[in-house]
């Protein structure tokens, strides 16, 4: 398995001929090293239906043919745009041929801004699980630190762990830093920071003061091997 990361939350899975993207938000993000019109995915994985996180996924999907696995509300909005997707929600798991999914509880928001300036509600902000040739990836989408994650680190066997840092929209580092200590998962790796001036952090920084884990700062493009 190939977990590679792109900028703003945008994680990518390679596992058994599968290639999965989560929260593909390629199109205005700067520290992207993708180009949306080249990305190829067979699944899109969605975490929330916020703007930089929804991303290029109807262009995605519509390209190459994708799953679409959102949270339910989410899920509609999409199939309504032609989509083919997969509704899931909250403490839902379902196995799929590419790989386990499950939802996690996310503190945070969820709705979609269209050209006309509308907000779409997109239910519930979740995590998500993906387990895969016995590896386990947790990325916990936007959030703020939760005291459910001590249970989330006790039921699995994490082996990466994307958690966001940039604080103002999500838990800033030191609030990162106690739920990696919660999750216990092998390697910790900062997400969601620096691409908005609102939310520049020092990533190094936060890697260097983790105890319980590895920490590890992915420059877009970056590939950890499982």
Do not use: C
Request: glycine share 10%.
């Amino acid at each position: 398995m190939k977990v590679s990361y792109h900028g703003h939350s945008v994680v990518k899975i390679v596992s058994e001929g599968k290639t999965i993207l989560i929260d593909p938000f390629i199109t205005g993000n700067s520290l992207t090293d993708l180009k949306a019109t080249e990305v190829y995915a067979d699944v899109i994985l969605l975490t929330h239906g916020h703007n930089d996180h929804v991303g290029d996924t109807v262009e995605l999907a519509k390209r190459n043919a994708s799953l679409v696995v959102a949270p339910n509300e989410l899920a509609v909005y999409l199939g309504w745009e032609g989509l083919n997707v997969h509704p899931m929600h909250i403490g839902g798991s379902r196995q799929f041929d590419f790989g386990k999914v499950k939802y996690t509880l996310a503190f945070h928001g969820s709705s979609y801004q269209t050209e006309n300036n509308e907000l779409i509600y997109t239910g519930m902000p979740g995590g998500i699980l993906f387990t895969a040739e016995g590896k386990t990836i947790y990325h916990a989408g936007d959030t703020a630190l939760f005291s459910d994650m001590k249970l989330i680190g006790e039921l699995n066997e994490i082996d990466i762990a994307f958690l966001p840092i940039g604080d103002n929209f999500t838990m800033g580092p030191e609030d990162a830093l106690i739920a990696a200590e919660w999750l216990k998962a092998k390697v910790v790796v900062p997400i969601h920071y620096n691409t908005f001036p609102v939310i520049e952090q020092d990533a190094a920084d936060f890697v260097s003061r983790l105890t319980s884990s590895e920490g590890k700062v992915m420059a877009p493009g970056d590939v950890i091997e499982l």
